[in-house]
């Protein structure tokens, strides 16, 4: 043996660093875990920074926890003005608002709109009606200008407000009351002079007086004045005009009041009959009127068994105080108390009234806080409880009963510090609306929370608007949604160019704190992907903060929509001019063309220290800024002396 080493000894060192670089092929060949894209390992489900890259591109909308690396991974706990969309991007919110109508000037008076109302006809056209300080109005689309119906109220109420038509009446009504006036209706009818109107004139030339009453009363200038005759294109009055009132100026059809029918502000057409509550004489009651007649409440008492098509009144006694609201799904009317839900059903034979849920007089139970927090859509009821809870009423499969189901879970932390005493709602296409307070201290609703009805997920609070009343209204060519401030008495109409006015949009949305599965270990970080689609008028604010709030460590840059180093951008690719379906994204090429894919690495003269958990935040300010982020990567790894020795502590 001896001698076979020193006869081939010049080959050792050869064979030994076969061996060497044999072994290390073999290491290197070892399978590391496979990760998801969120680099969560297939076999425990884990997370682990031994890979390097961490990609997220599914998102969950915002979603918040006092511990925010306990939120899920595409999920935002902290943010205004964005949305998780489809929950395959994230985005700037894709609304903003414009003063209705655009001709208006702005009213900087301190008067809140305390309600509005769309009033639906019987031909499918709409009035958008609203109150404000002593006035009731209509939007007068001839002249595009905010005309009185009625004035002479008692100042500052909410209204409430249903339509009702009968196929025996040939004008359409809505009916309504603030609790304290009389109970009314208006047929909606309206025309428009053609001449000033003096004070000595006692003829209105108008546009077409076709649908008016043969007499009756109209308000010219917010004057009532009676007439006792028309044709087609005048009307006579008993006297001669209160006011002088201009050409173009809008002419309604005046309110018609019933004076023993009950004054409430909760109104609601159900099942061929009127209901009303909100009646301070008796806040526990709703009165409904009798089947098939919306003014009739002569002789109502309680409903008994041979109520029949008569109008009656439910006495509902249990949990005290008052009816605070109605709201109408699955051939069922729910009324609900702050303490209890009563589902109701009624008929010009039969009724019943049973609660919804258990009561025992004693125990917290779910009801509704305020008026104008419950509101239908999108299959279910939507409420806001005492206990500032956000719940649905509706059908959980397999369950032949609807059931209240809480969607605010996700964003407790949030809600539990707003105040939804004057809250109001609204579903408009996927989304529901939540007009309320942002904190226990703010005067005014200030803050719109938006849950996505199809993904079950929420959108970052929607700040910038203060809403007072939500109305969907259709002006002949679409319906858009509307809102009333709770400030001055101006109305907005909600358009997609973001800018809320004159002011412009704030918005960011922060992700959850990433400590890559391993909270105990320090890490650290090599790079940041970004990749999304930017407008060229359009500043992107990037920011990485390392621990707690930045606590370590904070980085930020700027990416701009004309930084073509970063911007991918090419001709269509249509070999035959195919027609355009599916998910192409259309650019006009201007200053809002959203079609330019953005990709960005952040690790040029990027040295970060050592850390434990990392947040990612996307941020803009401006008027139509327009951007989305689609994906983001961080490359992770963990730190050569993964434990930090100045936290060591004797354990004894």
């Not at 002088?244 to 009041?257: Q, Y």
């Not at 579903?427 to 849950?451: E, G, H, I």
């Amino acid at each position: 043996m001896k001698n076979f080493i020193l006869k081939h000894r010049v080959l050792i060192p050869a064979v030994l660093a076969g061996l060497f670089v044999g072994g290390i092929i073999a290491l290197l060949s070892v399978q590391s875990p496979k990760l998801t894209t969120n680099n969560e390992d297939f076999t425990t489900g884990a997370s682990s920074p031994r890979s390097n890259w961490t990609t997220i591109k599914a998102f969950n909308g915002f979603y918040t926890k006092l511990d925010e690396t306990k939120i899920p991974d595409g999920a935002n706990g902290r943010g205004q003005n964005t949305t998780s969309n489809q929950g395959d991007r994230i985005s700037i919110r894709n609304q903003g608002t414009e003063l209705f109508p655009v001709t208006d000037t702005a009213s900087t008076t301190i008067q809140r709109i305390s309600s509005m109302h769309n009033f639906r006809l019987k031909d499918g056209t709409n009035i958008l009606m609203r109150s404000r300080s002593t006035f009731l109005e209509y939007f007068e689309e001839t002249g595009d200008v905010w005309t009185i119906i009625k004035g002479g109220y008692t100042s500052d109420q909410v209204f409430g407000f249903a339509d009702y038509n009968k196929t025996t009446e040939i004008a359409s009504y809505t009916y309504f009351g603030n609790g304290v006036e009389p109970f009314s209706r208006w047929t909606g009818n309206h025309t428009t002079l053609t001449e000033t109107a003096t004070t000595s004139a006692s003829v209105l030339f108008v546009v077409d007086a076709g649908d008016l009453a043969s007499t009756g009363t109209v308000t010219v200038c917010g004057e009532e004045e009676a007439y006792s005759s028309k044709t087609d294109t005048t009307i006579t009055l008993s006297g001669t005009v209160s006011v002088e009132c201009a050409s173009g100026s809008g002419i309604p059809e005046s309110v018609e009041t019933y004076a023993t029918n009950p004054k409430g502000n909760i109104y609601i057409a159900f099942d061929n009959r009127l209901i009303i509550a909100g009646i301070a004489s008796s806040t526990q009651a709703a009165y409904f009127s009798g089947y098939g007649d919306p003014t009739g409440y002569l002789d109502a008492t309680l409903v008994n068994a041979d109520t029949n098509a008569d109008p009656d009144i439910f006495n509902l006694v249990e949990g005290g105080g008052p009816i605070t609201g109605m709201a109408m799904d699955e051939n069922s009317l729910y009324i609900f108390k702050q303490s209890i839900i009563y589902k109701v059903t009624l008929t010009d034979t039969d009724y019943s009234v049973t609660q919804l849920k258990p009561f025992d007089g004693r125990s917290q139970t779910t009801g509704l806080l305020s008026k104008g927090g419950a509101f239908s859509g999108g299959n279910e009821v939507f409420f806001i409880t005492p206990d500032n809870q956000i719940m649905s009423v509706q059908r959980v499969e397999s369950i032949d009963f609807p059931q209240i189901v809480p969607i605010s879970e996700n964003i407790k932390n949030t809600v539990d510090n707003m105040k939804f005493d004057n809250a109001i709602g609204i579903v408009f296409r996927d989304k529901a609306y939540f007009s309320a307070k942002s904190t226990t201290s703010s005067a005014k609703n200030d803050t719109v929370l938006v849950w996505n009805i199809r993904e079950k997920i929420w959108d970052s609070p929607l700040v910038g608007w203060n809403v007072e009343d939500f109305a969907v209204y259709n002006n002949g060519t679409s319906e858009e949604l509307y809102i009333a401030d709770a400030i001055s008495p101006n109305v907005y109409k909600v358009i997609d160019t973001i800018t809320d006015g004159v002011f412009e949009v704030k918005a960011n949305w922060r992700s959850k704190q990433f400590d890559f599965g391993e909270p105990q270990i320090l890490k650290q970080i090599d790079n940041v992907y970004v990749e999304g689609y930017i407008t060229p008028n359009t500043t992107l604010t990037i920011s990485l903060l390392l621990d707690e709030d930045g606590y370590t460590q904070t980085f930020s840059t700027e990416l701009v929509g004309t930084d073509t180093d970063y911007l991918f951008n090419a001709d269509d690719y249509n070999l035959f001019g195919f027609s355009e379906f599916g998910s192409k994204r259309f650019g006009s090429g201007g200053s809002e063309d959203l079609s330019r894919k953005f990709r960005v690495y952040l690790g040029k003269n990027f040295r970060a220290d050592p850390f434990y958990n990392a947040q990612i935040e996307f941020a803009s300010e401006g008027s139509n800024s327009k951007w989305e982020v689609t994906a983001f990567s961080f490359d992770v790894g963990p730190y050569t002396s993964p434990l930090d020795r100045n936290l060591y502590k004797a354990f004894q």
